[in-house]
C-alpha cells in the first residue's frame, strides 16, 4: 500500500522559515516524480514546486527564490524548505508521488504564517 506522510507544518512568523517533509512508503521512490502542493478553504489546490525523478526542480512563480524542493532517494523523502515565508502562504500543503499515468498523494500538512 502506497503511503505518503507530510510533516513539518505548523505556526510561523512571516519572514519565518520551514522545512516540509514527506515521507514515501510501498512504491519505487527514486522513479517517481515528486511535487509540492497547497490547498487553502474554498480553492483549488495549486502546484508549488516540482522534482523530477532525474532531480530536475521547478517553481511556482510565487515562490521562486523563496522556497527550495529537494529529494533523498535513500531516505524516499522530498523536502520543502520554505523561507520568507509570508501570510498568503499559509495554506494545506501535500505532497503527491506521480508515476506515469498513477498518482499518490498525501494528507497533508498545515503551515500558519501570522502577520
Known amino acids: 500500500q502506497v503511503q505518503l506522510v507530510e510533516s513539518g507544518g505548523g505556526l510561523v512568523q512571516t519572514g519565518g522559515s520551514l522545512t516540509l517533509s514527506c515521507v514515501a512508503s510501498g512504491l519505487s521512490f527514486s522513479i517517481c516524480d515528486m511535487a509540492w502542493y497547497r490547498q487553502t478553504p474554498g480553492n483549488r489546490r495549486e502546484l508549488v514546486a516540482t522534482?523530477?525523478?532525474?532531480?530536475?526542480?521547478n517553481y511556482a512563480d510565487f515562490v521562486k527564490d523563496r522556497f527550495t524542493i529537494s529529494r533523498d532517494n535513500a531516505a524516499k523523502s522530498v523536502y520543502l524548505k520554505m523561507n520568507s515565508l509570508k501570510a498568503e502562504d499559509t495554506a494545506n500543503y501535500y505532497c503527491?508521488?506521480?508515476?506515469?499515468?498513477?498518482?499518490?498523494w498525501g494528507q497533508g500538512t498545515q503551515v500558519t504564517v501570522s502577520s
Open positions: 522534482i523530477s525523478s532525474g532531480g530536475w526542480t
Open positions: 503527491k508521488a506521480a508515476f506515469r499515468s498513477a498518482e499518490f
